[in-house]
């Protein structure tokens, strides 16, 4: 079938994305759906800073390939049992095999094949299925269809809005995956995310879920800083230089439990310097593969802090993504307010140009 679909052609084209246009609305030939695959019809895919790095060539990856990989659709034909025409699904970006040590170990995150594939720009089950075109993380998501593993799609009440369903896929799972079971966050905790995109907000809010009262968010961006406030944050912090001193201020030595969204290695080492002895320090940022990072080596030992890595929110979509939801329609996850605005497939490069300038949390191409 013929679909349109945002296709990175080059990374690292200037600023404005406006005028530079990265993304190309194309129209490609989607094959149909092979064995354990599915025909899914986008209605709304999220716009997430991951799409970003690829578009500014921070996170090389193979080209041309099409964009978006947080999303939520409808099934139209399915080749797996399980799935039916008609399910709606929240699309993930980790299609996880199901039998690799990882899988089997439940930490479906770290996939070996799913991992290599996302690599390679291929589904899980090999190849491609927009003639030469990349997929996006197995999702591929900025076009009116798309074919992608079953592992990659989590079935969902057909109530729930498109928009706020898409989140759920990268945002959510991400961000309330990291403080709820990377950062272990809980009622005692002073807590302090670093970073108030998309990700940031989401483990903020499952902060706030979690009982949570020392709750610091910390952005360059105002209006970030206003949100967070609104949305439950005990007090916000300015990004840069002074950040550290602050948040040690406003905790009395640092906080416990420290979130990093920024994908910035500098940040990650402030968001280290923020947190309390015995403390733990949870990144998701993924900054370019040439980043280091530098800390204090001493600290980790005479000060007991744990710093670890969290990627797809350390979570198993098939538990979390309704663990989440069903926090959502209690009313204690109100991941709706991160939406900044609804965009056609034809404003794709305007939406990351809000992305990169911090103007829009998160952002969502719309499909009928
Ligand atoms: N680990 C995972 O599984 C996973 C999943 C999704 C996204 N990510 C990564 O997480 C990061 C966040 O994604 P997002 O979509 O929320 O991005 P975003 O751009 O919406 O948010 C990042 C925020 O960091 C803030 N920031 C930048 N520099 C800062 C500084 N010096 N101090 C304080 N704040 C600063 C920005 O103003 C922005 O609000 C990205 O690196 C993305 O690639 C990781
Ligand atoms: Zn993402
Ligand atoms: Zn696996």
């Known amino acids: 079938m013929k679909v349109r679909s945002a296709v990175l052609v080059e990374s690292g084209r200037s600023f404005p994305y406006d005028l530079s246009r990265p993304l190309e609305i194309r129209e490609l030939t989607l094959d149909p759906p092979g064995g354990g695959e599915l025909l899914v ?3 709304a895919a999220g716009l997430c800073h991951s799409d970003l790095s690829v578009i500014d060539g921070s996170r090389p990856r193979p080209l041309p390939m099409a964009l978006g990989h947080e999303a939520a659709g409808v099934v139209v034909e399915s080749r797996e049992p399980g799935f039916a025409a008609g399910d709606h699904v929240v699309l993930t970006f ?4 199901g039998s690799c040590g990882a899988c089997a170990g439940g930490r479906p995150a770290l996939c070996g094949p799913g991992a290599a594939a996302n690599r390679a720009g291929t589904l899980l089950g090999g190849g491609h299925r927009l003639g030469g075109v990349f997929h996006h993380l197995g999702v591929s998501a900025f076009s009116e269809y798309a074919v992608v593993s079953a592992r ?3 079935k969902v009440a057909p ?5 706020v369903a898409a989140l759920f896929g990268c945002a959510v799972l991400t961000g309330a995956g990291a403080a709820l079971y990377a950062a272990d966050v809980g009622p005692r905790d002073s807590v302090a995310v670093f970073g108030l ?5 989401s483990a903020l809010l499952a902060a706030k879920a979690a009982g949570v009262t020392t709750l610091i968010g910390v952005d360059l961006v105002a209006g970030k800083r206003d949100l967070a406030l609104s949305l439950g944050a005990s007090q916000v912090v300015q990004g840069g230089e002074g950040a550290v001193e602050e948040v040690r201020e406003l905790t009395g030595g640092g ?6 969204t920024t994908g910035v290695a500098a940040v990650l080492a402030q968001a280290y310097a923020a947190t309390a002895p015995g403390g733990v320090t949870v990144t998701v940022g993924l900054p370019a593969p040439s980043a280091g990072l530098t800390i204090p080596a001493l ?7 744990t710093l670890r890595g969290s990627y797809l929110g350390s979570c198993v979509p098939r538990r979390d993504v309704p663990r989440f939801i069903g926090m959502y329609e209690a009313g204690v996850l109100p991941v709706d307010r991160l939406l900044s605005d609804r965009l056609t497939l034809d404003q794709v490069n305007e939406g990351f140009d809000r992305l990169k300038t911090g103007e829009a949390v998160r952002q969502v191409v719309t499909m009928r």
């Not at 980790?94 to 095999?97: D, E, I, Y």
């Not at 906080?255 to 990093?260: I, R």
């Not at 600290?299 to 802090?305: F, G, M």
Request: charged share 25%; glycine share 10%; aromatic share 4%.
């Open 159 to 163: 109530e729930l809005p498109f928009e």
């Open 197 to 201: 995109g998309g990700v940031g907000l």
């Open 41 to 43: 019809k986008i209605h």
């Open 299 to 305: 600290s980790l030992v005479a000060e007991e802090k």
């Open 152 to 154: 990659s799609a989590v």
């Open 255 to 260: 906080a416990v439990k420290v979130v990093d």
């Open 94 to 97: 980790v299609p996880a095999c």
